[in-house]
């Protein structure tokens, strides 16, 4: 096998962050414990870079590495997003972990090595680079989890995180090995080649139910989410906010370009599972977090029932007529709900104060009178996750509602709709707190935080006048994926 | 010559022994034990399926064997995470045992 330079440019991404991050950790050692501020910089320069790199690519097809890796629209959208996903997640931690005392420059090169990851999920090809990528993305989580050690809360968030973390590669791997063996191959090409001849054989679908099983963990559906509270309580809300988005996305993707790619010809097997799958997800997730009274936890179960919303873009992924437009819903949600979720937890980051105080929803009260602005971008967050307009939130499920129905699966449209009439009670309960009672909430007043809760709040609702530039953006994106 | 469904039945065997060794056992360490189960199970069917397809066709086949290296290498990296969290949360707690992980409710 002969390298062409053509191969090496479907990887630059990935040479140029991991080059950058490991330089990083070498030049940490040089700054100052007092100045790591300029570390999260040196690491946001590099993630810019690189999105400035993807960016120019944008229209670039390319399958590198014999098959092994590919350049295409959809990988180049999910890496923007990841990329702007990590830029975010930099501005949220910077002042957070100045005020939390856990201010160490690993932070943030684990976090360049957890998107590097999240980046070669989107464009593997092959089930081998998946599983490398899987493991590359969540071991720099696992200790990020647990970062603000000897805090316990955050000890046991990074060992709960790890183990059901572990527990589900075996899962991916096992599903893998069984996959080899029905199909002789681990690329996606060559395993859609063996089963369009006919019957693809048991064996072949109980692999892809195990490696359905495996991402099922890492994107938190029901009945595989019972670490998502505690972890997603017990981390530090700015890797909370980081991993809500960031593990989302990439194990999405993932979960796409193999089903989508790999996996046409089993969709009869797998539509009633991922339809049972996805209404779970949404009825478990949406009716928790009703009696939730800690805002990272109620986040946490908000988080479940949305992995709910984006698996029903996934149940009429083997009918040809509507797996475009129900993917291009389903990106379109993942960019709808990674913005949302950052704002949303940027004011959760807002409000906090040492010792795990200032996150209980009842902490929220008067914040409407003392911080206008912070309420009410609060107030769009809240109403961009039940889905009202004029927020982004709502013309996401607009259209993942309409691709669904499309598909034929009315019923689960119906249960997507009722539960967020559910979800309205508990994401009101927020606004209603912060409007209608009195207290005196404290708040930090950060730069980079500001910024990100304005940007993003901006975002959600001028994105909401004019969705069709990024739906036509997402529609282009998939229709190269095959 | 063993048959290649001795192997792959006896995969099976261990990756089930796995999976309920970390749903049944209390200990992180033994659950951590039955995950690297769980992967060597796979590898086990890996290089089996290689090796029957590799008789059957007559062709090296090499995905298989390579992929048991990644799985190696890649578990020997967790091995070396889930250690640290787990003597962290020792000396925290003086206990590794999961049913005592529980400062967080809701």
Sequence with gaps: MNLTPQDYQVLTPYILLTVWACILLLVDLFIPKDRKGLTAMLAALGLALTLGFILSQIGIERVGFSGMVVLDGFSTFVNALLLVSGLLGIALAYGYVKRMGIERGEYYTLLLFSITGMMLMAQAA???????????????????????????????????????????????????????????????????????????????????????????????????????????????????????????????????????????????DMTDVLWALAA????????????????????????????????????????????????????????????????????????????????????????????????????VFMLSLIGLPPTIGLVGKFYLFRAVIAGGFTWLAIIGVLTSLVSAYYYLRVVVTMYMNDGEPETERETWLGLTTGATALVTVLLSFTPQVLFAWASEAVLKLF | MIPINYYIILSAVLFTIGTLGV??????????????????????????????????????LFDGQIFVFFVIAVAAAEVAVGLALIVEIFKSKRSIDVDQMSSMKG
């Design chain 1, 126 to 268: 092959d089930l081998i680079v998946i599983f490398i990528a899987l493991e590359l993305l969540s071991i720099p989580l696992y200790i990020l989890a647990a970062f603000a050690r000897p805090k316990v809360e955050s000890e046991e968030a990074g060992m709960k995180y790890f183990l059901l973390g572990a527990f589900a590669t075996g899962f991916v791997v096992y599903g893998t090995a069984l996959v080899f063996g029905a199909t002789g191959s681990t690329e996606l090409s060559a395993i859609v080649a063996y089963a369009s001849d006919g019957t693809p054989g048991l064996l072949l679908t109980i692999g892809a139910a195990l490696i359905l099983v495996g991402f099922g963990f890492k994107v938190a559906a029901v009945p595989f989410h019972m670490w998502t509270p505690d972890v997603y309580q017990g981390a530090p809300t700015a890797v909370t906010a980081f991993m809500s988005s960031g593990a989302k996305i990439a194990g999405f993707a993932a979960l796409l370009r193999v089903f989508a790619t790999a996996f046409p010809y089993i969709a009869a």
């Design chain 1, 280 to 379: 779970l997800t949404m009825i478990v997730g949406n009716f928790v977090a009703i009696s939730q009274t800690d805002i990272k936890r109620m986040l946490a179960y908000s988080s479940i029932a949305h992995a709910g919303y984006i698996l029903m873009a996934f149940v009429p992924y083997g009918n040809p007529d509507v797996r475009d437009v129900s993917i291009a819903a389903g990106l379109f949600y993942l960019v709808s709900y990674a913005v949302t979720n950052f704002g949303a937890w940027g004011v959760v980051i807002a409000l906090e104060k040492n010792e795990g105080r200032g996150l209980a929803i009842a902490d929220y009260a008067g914040l409407g009178k003392k911080y206008p602005a912070l309420a009410a971008a609060m107030t």
């Design chain 2, 23 to 60: 749903l049944t056992r209390r200990n992180a360490l033994i659950i951590f034990m039955s995950v690297e189960l769980m992967l060597n199970a796979a590898n086990l069917a890996f290089v089996a399926f290689a090796r029957a397809r590799e008789i059957a066709t007559g062709q090296p």
